[in-house]
């Protein structure tokens, strides 16, 4: 990927469509994060670059599994999300050949599709495990909505601890592409503007397709790990 020297690079990205918008409009709970404020969605991917373009090629739906080690939260739990009612594909392309990916290689996406809403009764946690690494070679934050909230400001952190290095606000229309094996990321929560405000948001992962976090021989790894430690 063509990054900054420090490891992330922000780029514009088109803007949502009707059918994209309103696919966040209809997002299940997410029963994992300890909250009421996250809505969520999740679906797997093979990457190929054909044809001058970045084809996603959806994969059969399995659960949604991180280790303790990058999720002190949810890590190590079988968590069973629905698959993503749209199509991905604009946005990805656009993103991937913004940001220079290897295109001599097949890759492994991950899509977590999330709505995190605020009211003056629901605090909008954005990132329920704090700062932290995903596990993952990339991760890319595409945001496509910001309605009537302020925060949500993303920071970059060394790996090895000490303040931020980097701060700033995604805004709708950007996304932004990290080397997720040299930082922590987190953010701060939304805070609505009046009654109630929320954020639609593309959380994404990628490694390359020989080192991919998916199927029934990666599960068993975390979970006999876990095992191994106790967790």
Not at 106 to 115: A, E, G, S, V
Not at 146 to 151: D, K, V
Not at 192 to 212: I, K
Request: hydrophobic residues 40%.
């Amino acid at each position: 990927m063509n990054l900054e020297p420090d490891g992330y690079r922000i780029i514009g990205i088109p803007a949502a469509d009707d059918t994209l918008l309103a696919s966040f409009d209809d997002m299940p709970l997410d029963q994992y994060c300890g909250g009421r404020q996250r809505f969520h969605r999740f679906s797997q991917y093979r990457l190929r670059f054909r044809d001058g373009h970045w084809q996603p090629e959806r994969l059969p739906h399995r659960p949604l599994l991180q280790s303790h080690v990058y999720n002190s939260k949810a890590g190590n739990v079988m968590r069973e999300i629905p698959p993503l009612l749209v199509d991905p594909a604009t946005w990805v392309d656009a993103a991937l050949q913004s940001g220079g990916l290897d295109t001599t290689r097949d890759w492994h996406l991950d899509i977590n599709q999330y709505r995190v809403i605020t009211t003056p009764d629901i605090t909008g946690i954005t990132v329920p495990e704090g700062a932290h690494q995903d596990g993952h070679r990339y991760v890319i934050i595409f945001v496509f909505r910001r309605h009537a909230i302020t925060g949500a400001t993303l920071r970059l952190l060394p790996v090895a601890g000490g303040p931020a290095f980097f701060e700033t606000v995604i805004e709708a229309g950007q996304a932004i592409i990290l080397d997720d094996t040299r930082m922590l990321h987190d953010a701060s929560p939304i805070v609505p503007v009046g009654d109630y405000g929320y954020r639609d948001y593309f959380g994404t992962a990628l490694n390359p397709w020989e080192d991919r976090r998916y199927g029934a021989e990666f599960e068993a790894r975390v979970l006999a790990a876990a095992a191994r430690h106790g967790q």
